[in-house]
């Protein structure tokens, strides 16, 4: 299915474009919930590794190349990097998303695991613990029984071996989330009601541990894996040198207004970061949603940049009050695509390749094409356009119709390549 054509029912969309709705479960995090490692911590907001495996098989890189990927959140990409024996490097804000993805790519060694698991649950029973965390929400959250649980366990873990630390963290976290009455849902937060269940976390977190430690049984360390590494980093300014990735696959946050410093706000705060550490981080993350702010810093990046007509007149139709917000928003959303297609443009080889996971969306009734927009500054940066893969069409249910509009909106995979 090609091209400009109406193939079927299914809408029109651009001639460069091709329909892979066989694709459109590849697009989700729903795979993941049983994969290997990958079920450690996986976001909502995750892709499949299969969609890493298809971009990877297409493109057909030879050698061992090293593949970059500057939202790495859960690190899918850098797992199938790993599966594949080939280098991965990820950056990451969020310092919840590069421990997940840093442990999740680690080598283990399952018997100092074990034993350290079970050391960490001994220093931590009887310890009359009194958490060091204050926080209002955390409180919310857990009861003050679990608190004081979650913290002596913290603690034990965090004398346990370097090396195990971050492994056995995972799984504390992972425990965590199980019992905290704040919800993620979808991109919000939901609060619920529950009984003290202090008495389980232990035996929690064992389990957590051990389902994580089967996953490490009859892998074969790689062997000729190049570099592996994930650090905290923005993607609108990478610490690489120029020309140093073959290729990037990734997915930036898309503008539908989900704050991911709000999703993982409990996680955030368990990991130590205070409110207003949390708070600075949603101010710096990418202009997905309406909080986030420019950065100054970044400004002299934008010289170049010239907005897209068809941007400029889009959100012309926003500008009434209520919806100057979402108007800003998604101007600085576009700014630092540009931002981010910049970067990955300088550190990528000549001849390197690029694939953005993106979604359109729909503000006030005016669509907004992201898949074409970062096309076109991608191709403002220099990038030449080399195919579009239309994976999912979100709202093309009789119900959801009525809910997005007629038209769906599409979940593509952008691709660009840097010219030799
Ligand atoms: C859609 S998620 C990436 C999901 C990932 N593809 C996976 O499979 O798990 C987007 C990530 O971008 C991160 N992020 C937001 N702004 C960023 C920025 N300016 N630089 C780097 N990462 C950023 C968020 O913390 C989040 O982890």
């Known amino acids: 299915m090609n091209g400009s054509t109406n193939a079927g029912s299914l809408p029109i969309i651009p001639t460069s474009f091709e329909y892979r709705l066989d694709l459109a479960r590849a697009a989700t995090s729903r795979d993941?919930?049983?994969?290997?490692?990958?079920?450690?911590?996986?976001?909502?907001?995750?892709?499949?590794?299969?969609?890493?495996?298809?971009?990877?098989?297409?493109?057909?890189?030879?050698?061992?190349?090293?593949?970059?990927?500057p939202f790495v959140g859960a690190g899918t990409t850098l797992l199938v990097c790993r599966e594949r024996y080939i280098g991965g490097l990820g950056f990451d804000l969020s310092p919840l998303a590069t421990l997940v993805a840093s442990v999740k790519i680690a080598?283990?060694?399952?018997?100092?695991?074990?034993?350290?698991?079970?050391?960490?649950?001994?220093?931590?029973?009887?310890?009359?613990?009194?958490?060091?965390?204050?926080?209002?929400?955390?409180?919310?959250?857990f009861t003050v029984r679990e608190l004081a649980r979650l913290w002596a366990l913290g603690q034990a873990i965090s004398r346990q071996p370097n090396a195990v630390r971050g492994f056995l963290t995972v799984a504390w976290l992972r425990t965590a989330c199980t019992l905290s009455r704040a919800l993620a849902d979808g991109g919000w937060f939901r609060w619920t009601e529950g009984p003290d269940r202090s008495h389980t976390i232990l035996a929690a977190f064992t389990s957590q541990a051990s389902l994580m430690l089967q996953d490490?049984?009859?892998?074969?360390?790689?062997s000729q894996t190049g570099v592996l590494e994930v650090r905290i980093g923005d993607a609108r300014a990478l610490d690489v040198r120029?020309?140093?990735?073959?290729?990037?696959?990734?997915?930036?946050?898309?503008p539908n207004r989900h704050d991911y410093t709000r999703v993982f706000?409990?996680?955030?705060?368990?990991?130590?970061?205070?409110?207003?550490?949390?708070?600075?981080?949603?101010?710096?993350?990418?202009?997905?949603?309406?909080?986030?702010?420019?950065?100054?810093?970044?400004?002299?990046?934008?010289?170049s940049f010239t907005v897209p007509h068809s941007l400029n007149s889009l959100l012309t139709q926003l500008s009434s009050c209520t919806r100057k917000r979402v108007q800003r928003m998604l101007w600085g959303y576009f700014e630092d695509l540009y931002l981010t297609?910049?970067?990955?443009?300088?550190?990528?080889?000549?001849?390197?390749?690029?694939?953005?996971?993106?979604?359109?969306?729909?503000?006030?009734?005016?669509?907004?094409?992201?898949?074409?927009?970062?096309?076109?500054?991608?191709?403002?940066?220099?990038?030449?356009?080399?195919?579009?893969?239309?994976?999912r069409l979100r709202g093309n249910s009789a119900q959801q119709m009525g809910r997005f509009g007629r038209e769906p909106l599409r979940e593509s995979v952008v691709m660009l390549r840097k010219p030799r």
């Open 32 to 69: 993941l919930r049983l994969a290997p490692r990958h079920r450690w911590f996986h976001f909502a907001h995750s892709y499949s590794p299969l969609l890493v495996h298809e971009v990877l098989d297409s493109w057909q890189l030879t050698g061992y190349p090293l593949v970059l990927d």
């Open 107 to 141: 080598e283990h060694d399952p018997a100092e695991l074990r034993v350290c698991v079970q050391s960490a649950c001994r220093d931590s029973r009887g310890a009359d613990a009194i958490p060091a965390w204050s926080s209002p929400r955390l409180k919310r959250a």
């Open 216 to 222: 490490l049984a009859g892998t074969t360390p790689p």
């Open 265 to 303: 706000h409990i996680e955030l705060l368990l990991l130590g970061l205070s409110e207003h550490e949390i708070t600075e981080l949603r101010y710096r993350s990418l202009r997905s949603h309406v909080e986030a702010r420019p950065l100054a810093a970044l400004s002299s990046g934008l010289e």
């Open 341 to 391: 297609l910049r970067e990955s443009y300088r550190v990528l080889k000549p001849g390197g390749r690029a694939a953005f996971v993106v979604g359109n969306v729909r503000h006030a009734g005016v669509l907004i094409p992201v898949d074409e927009l970062l096309q076109t500054l991608g191709e403002q940066v220099g990038f030449c356009h080399h195919r579009t893969w239309v994976i």
């Open 242 to 254: 120029p020309n140093r990735v073959d290729a990037v696959i990734t997915s930036p946050p898309y």
